[in-house]
């Protein structure tokens, strides 16, 4: 079945690092795939996303490009700030209906 | 509220016992959702419903779940006979027609399901 692969965390930082979280999926047909994030006592809200290859989404300095021939959708950004600590999901969506999701990523940035 | 809201937020329950879930998506969402999160795992889909009906509910895990939406609204998901593995949070999403298509799903903050 379609299956949604991230890194372990956790991921901790000091502010103003460089972040990846790397995600791979496994998906039969051409999915469209996304980045959620839930910040400490938040329900999960939509990061970013990206319906077709070479596609790059982007939010809040967050970008992730929609790679086939990898199958993957890794999560970064230049300069993370205390205030991105939450827990990132990677997902993707066939046909708009049954949405799957990764484990969660972690990640913690210092001051 | 405006977003999706989720009751209760904590539920504790004894081994057998029967529980409700209650979601309230966003007003006109004809799209709502079920997931089962367990601690340090992701979202797991439990069923969606597309206005009253279930379109999907190929993730419900066993005979004792079962989850209705009879106007259209609010949904209900029920657990027959608990066990201790049913402890978990349950999230409810939900989504505009338009939002299918772009993923735009709207969480509310989960029930935490605890089974003793």
């Known amino acids: 079945g379609d299956s949604v692969t991230q890194m372990e965390g956790p991921v901790t930082l000091s502010e103003e690092a460089f972040l990846t979280i790397n995600c791979t999926y496994t998906?039969?047909?051409?999915?469209?795939l996304f980045w959620y994030v839930q910040y400490p006592g938040e329900g999960l809200q939509l990061l970013l996303k990206a319906t077709k290859a070479d596609d790059k989404g982007s939010n809040k300095g967050f970008e992730a490009t929609y790679r086939k021939e990898t199958t993957s959708f890794h999560l970064e950004k230049g300069s993370v700030q205390v205030s991105d600590s939450a827990v990132y999901f990677c997902?993707?969506?066939?046909?708009?209906?049954?949405?799957?999701f990764g484990p969660g990523t972690r990640l913690s940035v210092l001051p | 509220g405006a977003g999706v809201s989720q009751t209760p937020s904590n539920k504790v329950t004894e081994k057998g016992k029967y529980v409700e879930l209650r979601c309230d998506p966003i007003?006109?969402?004809?799209?709502l959702y079920w997931y089962r999160q367990s601690l340090g795992q992701g979202p797991e889909f439990l069923i969606y419903f597309q206005g009253t009906g279930a379109a999907d509910d190929s993730g419900l895990p066993n005979d004792r779940f079962f989850a209705v939406r009879p106007e259209g609204s609010v949904s209900t998901l029920k657990i027959q006979r608990t066990e201790r593995g049913d402890s978990a949070v349950y999230l409810c999403?939900?989504?505009?027609?338009?939002?299918?298509?772009?993923?735009?799903?709207?969480f509310g903050e989960g029930s935490r399901l605890t089974v003793l």
């Open positions: 998906a039969t047909g051409y999915p469209s």
């Open positions: 999403a939900s989504s505009s027609l338009a939002g299918l298509n772009t993923g735009e799903l709207f």
């Open positions: 007003s006109g969402h004809t799209a």
């Open positions: 997902a993707l969506s066939l046909y708009g209906q049954n949405f799957v």
